[in-house]
Every structure is written in C-alpha cells, then in structure tokens.
C-alpha cells in the first residue's frame, strides 16, 4: 500500500546580476531595474496531502525561521492563498521546507521558498493549463506574497522593473560558475534601502540582439553596470567589503557584486573547476562564512 504522494520543488537562488535604483515613488517604494538570475544552490519544498495546513522547517539555516510562528512564513501564506485563489476551503496540506539558503541575505531565498510552494501545490492540486503558462496563472498570488515572488515563480532569467510588477524575458546567459559568500550577518532590506543617497540612476537592460558569446562577455557586459545599494549595505555590514574583496582575489573571479540588498555576495566564473577551486581556497581562512560554488541557470 502506497503512502499519499508527494511533491517536491527545488527554491534557487536568486540573483540580482545588475541592480539599478531608477526613483522613489510618492507610496515610498522605489523603482528598480534589475536582471536575475537563478542559481542550482537552492532550497526544497515539499507537499503531500494531509488534514489542515502544516509546515516543518529543516536544513542548516531552520533555526533562523522556526522562531516565528509557521502561519506568518510565506511558504504557509503562499498555501493559504492559492487554496484561497483556487475555491478550496482547507489547503489540506503538509508541507517541509528543507532551508539551505541563509535569511535575509539577498538572495530571495523565502520568496523562492513561497514561489516553490506555489509550483509544487499547482502540481499536487492539477492546476496545469497550457494557455497561459502556469506562472501567469498564478501571478496575481505570488504578487500579494511580496516583490521577488513572481520574478522566482517564472523559474529562468528575467528582467525585473517597477517594484518587482514588470516581468520581461532575459535574453539566454551563457553558461557560468558562480561562489556565492555571506558573511554570516542577515541584513533586512528596508534598513539598506533607508541608507541609500544620491542620485538615481537610469535602466540599463542589453541591447536586443545576439546574447553575450561566453562568461568572459557576459561579465564585461555586467561591469558596466552595478548594484545601487552596494554603498549603503556596506555601510550597514562592512565585512560586504571584506567579502567583495576575497572574491576578486581568487583565480578566475570574473565579476565579484552584492546580490540584492546583501549581504550574500557572488563571483563569476568560466569554469566550474575555477568556481570551486575558489570556494576551497575561501574556506580555511573564513569559518564563519557560508560558501557555495554552483551554476547559474541559463
């Protein structure tokens, strides 16, 4: 006799590979324009049928959530809601979260967590209309669950504006390694954007036409460009710079930059060799860093 099934989704990483501050809205928010991009060093959700609506946290960064009370994580209220959305009373679901990526660390690790629950539940409950994509479908929940939920519910690289409510396709990237490093410091993106000064910048999307050849173009495309609120997570966490500057240093590093609000950081590299040689060489020296080598999703 089979037990119920179960479904499982992976909940990558996300990357903010450039991160412009175009504005400040009247509402406080700010516009951005940003290009993402998923790493294969993620989290897992899983579902399986079950009475109510149950979360378990496991994993090497649980402690940092099993504090809060499980009906205010947005794995459960992304449960809620699309139980909500679909008609079902009850989400009649229990759900574990194994969580590998640190907390507020700028990589979107609990909206990738929320995006995941949405795609493993449209699994679980049969919601697979071919027109339009699934990930249409479920926009307007992701979108109540906060701004970097629907940008991880589309699952490839995009471009990300406005305040996380433009969605456009990326062109493909080509085929890199990345090390990802935090310092071990969780740093709340309000905070980081309350430091921000000066001026706005301005988009900065590529030109249409033929996507970058290799790692070494893509880089070079990207260092022309930057992360708005590097200076202001700086000044909040230090050890940022500490970060950047060990990345730069190791064989290979192509581009080192803070991802989002920070504090995790990430470096480019051609090679997967070169990217975890470089996470190896890292090691020793920094115990209390979290370092992962990987690869970007194209």
């Known amino acids: 006799m089979t037990g119920p099934a179960v ?115 449209a699994r679980l409950w049969e919601i697979s209309p071919d027109e339009p994509p699934l990930h249409q479908l479920l926009h307007p929940v992701s979108a109540r669950l906060g701004a970097d939920v ?39 993106t309000p905070s980081v954007f309350r430091a921000r000064t000066g001026p706005f910048s301005t988009a900065a999307r590529f030109d249409d036409g033929a996507p970058p050849a290799d790692a070494v173009a893509f880089a070079q495309l990207l260092a022309a460009r930057h992360n708005d609120l590097t200076a202001p997570a700086r000044s909040l966490v230090p050890e940022i710079g500490t970060v950047l500057d060990a990345l730069l240093a190791t064989d290979g590093c192509l581009l080192a930059r803070l991802s989002g609000s920070g504090a995790t950081c990430f470096a480019l590299y051609a090679d997967p060799v070169q990217a975890h040689a470089a996470a190896a060489e890292l090691a020793p020296a920094h115990a209390g860093w979290w370092i992962v080598p990987g690869r970007l999703s194209a």
Do not use: M, W
Request: glycine share 10%; net charge negative.
């Open 150 to 188: 629907p940008v991880c519910l589309t699952g490839r690289p995009a471009y990300f504006g406005g305040v996380g409510d433009i969605i456009d396709p990326a062109p493909p990237l080509p085929p890199c390694a990345v090390v990802l490093v935090n310092p071990g410091i969780p740093l709340a």
């Open 7 to 121: 479904i499982t989704e992976q909940a990558p990483a996300k990357l903010n590979l450039y991160l412009h501050v175009l504005g400040r809205r009247a509402d406080g928010y700010h516009e951005l324009d940003s290009l993402v991009a998923l790493a294969d060093i993620a989290d897992t959700v899983s579902v399986r049928p079950a009475e109510g609506l149950s979360l378990t946290i496991d994993g090497p960064f649980a402690a940092s959530l099993v504090a809060e009370p499980a009906s205010d994580n947005l794995v459960s209220r992304a449960a809620r809601l699309l139980a909500e959305r679909f008609g079902r009373p009850d989400p009649g679901v229990a759900i574990t979260l194994t969580k590998r990526l640190p907390a507020a660390s700028g990589i979107g690790g609990g909206s990738a967590d929320a995006a995941a629950t949405l795609r493993a539940l």
